[in-house]
């Protein structure tokens, strides 16, 4: 999953502020705000799996994560394999 080193660096136990709070994990999960999948809080190999169940269940693929959508300042090296408007948000 290309986003991990993006969003903790490759740390399991990596936390960082979130709109919701505080994000956690290699792939910057909540703690269940979203449902059971999305929790960051646990084993590294429950927080992969929770990432690829969450994703799964999105109707467009990768918009959850700031560092799949295209570069911008908050995610200068971000890989850009959706688009704002494809997630139906605004990019700023």
Known sequence: ??????????DPNATAA?????A???L???SGLNGQF??????????VSN???YNNNLAV?????GSAYPPAPTHPNSLGI?????CGISPF
């Not at 960051?40 to 927080?47: A, E, F, L, P, T």
Request: aromatic share 16%.
């Open 1 to 10: 999953m290309a986003i991990i080193p993006l969003e903790s660096s490759f």
């Open 18 to 22: 979130a709109v919701n709070g505080t």
């Open 24 to 26: 956690y994990g290699l």
């Open 28 to 30: 910057q999960m909540d």
């Open 38 to 47: 999305d929790n960051g809080q646990v084993n590294w190999k429950i927080q």
């Open 51 to 53: 990432a690829v169940a």
């Open 61 to 65: 693929k990768w918009c959850y994560w």
């Open 82 to 86: 959706v688009t704002y408007a494809q």
